[in-house]
């Protein structure tokens, strides 16, 4: 993970290696156009647990 790309929760920046606290970065990133990206990856993953989690309550509920 040393060798990984990180984005900086706080700054904004892309991070080479594991620079920030973990509470401050999102990764790892494979790239450092990856990690730019992370604000758009973090929300279609968001969305798509919540997707998750909807089609899981429904069938908990008998309704799929």
């Known amino acids: 993970m040393a060798d990984s790309y990180w984005y900086n929760l706080k700054t904004g920046e892309?991070?080479?290696?594991?620079?920030?606290?973990?509470?401050?970065?999102?990764?790892?990133?494979?790239?450092a156009e990856e990690a730019g990206r992370a604000p758009e990856i973090l929300r279609e993953r968001s969305r798509a647990w919540d997707d998750d989690d909807a089609r899981e309550a429904e069938w908990r509920e008998g309704r799929a």
């Open 14 to 31: 892309v991070e080479y290696g594991a620079q920030s606290p973990g509470a401050d970065r999102a990764g790892p990133f494979d790239t």
